[in-house]
T-cell receptor, first 112, second 115 residues
Framework: QQQVKQSPQSLIVQKGGISIINCAYENTAFDYFPWYQQFPGKGPALLIAIRPDVSEKKEGRFTISFNKSAKQFSLHIMDSQPGDSATYFC???????????FGTGTRLKVLA | DAGVIQSPRHEVTEMGQEVTLRCKPI?????LFWYRQTMMRGLELLIY????????DSGMPEDRFSAKMPNASFSTLKIQPSEPRDSAVYFC?????????????FGPGTRLTVL
């Protein structure tokens, strides 16, 4: 019940295309869902986050879509660029506690 | 701010040797986390400190692993003796104690290879 399932494991997208990464969770107590971006040789860095009181959050080319009833959320990268090539992790957090449950990661490659 | 600092960045050692990983959190952050990242298991929380006190060490794999935080600006993760299955990237992260949903700031990681 503590798991966050992430798919796909890897993704290849053409420049200018839309990248979509999906996550699903079981624990309805989760109330904060961040996405982290990790470049090779670097630590993960917060990209964008959402709380379940809204169904969508957009920051530039990055959008989180949230479906509370389905217990799913997804990251959409519009107009994907080669510089977006990285590993993306979804995560879930309960009530502002310290513990984040991370998905297994999606390795995105955007072709020039 | 320089961000979270970890050293060494790479460590190659032989099975049975002691390994010490070091972390300097962001100044003013009250929470510190050690994570291990592997292809098989993803990102796992090993231990969490708050105000230099270990709060949750349930993720520490076994007694060979130990972590300390002697002051607010330094933490170590020690593996003794090391084994090949300990090979992974170890991340330190810190977080400010300022309300809910605190962002965790990750260091660049230490890539450990145990031969």
């Amino acid at each position: 019940q503590q798991q966050v399932k992430q798919s796909p494991q890897s993704l290849i997208v053409q420049k200018g295309g839309i990248s979509i990464i999906n996550c699903a969770y079981e624990n309805t107590a989760f109330d904060y869902f961040p996405w982290y971006q990790q470049f090779p040789g670097k630590g993960p860095a917060l990209l964008i986050a959402i709380r379940p009181d809204v169904s969508e959050k957009k920051e530039g080319r990055f959008t989180i879509s949230f479906n509370k009833s389905a217990k799913q959320f997804s990251l959409h990268i519009m107009d994907s660029q080669p510089g977006d090539s990285a590993t993306y992790f979804c995560a879930a957090n309960k009530g502002g506690t310290y513990k984040y449950i991370f998905g297994t990661g999606t390795r995105l490659k955007v072709l020039a | 701010d320089a961000g979270v600092i970890q050293s060494p960045r790479h460590e190659v050692t032989e099975m049975g040797q002691e390994v010490t990983l070091r972390c300097k959190p962001i100044s003013g952050h009250n929470s510190l986390f050690w994570y291990r990242q592997t292809m098989m298991r993803g990102l796992e929380l090993l231990i969490y400190f708050n105000n230099n006190v270990p709060i949750d060490d349930s993720g520490m794999p076994e007694d060979r692993f130990s972590a300390k935080m002697p002051n607010a600006s330094f933490s170590t993760l020690k593996i003794q003796p090391s084994e090949p299955r300990d090979s992974a990237v170890y991340f330190c992260a810190s977080s400010p104690l300022s309300g809910a949903y605190n962002e965790q700031f990750f260091g660049p990681g230490t890539r450990l290879t145990v031969l």
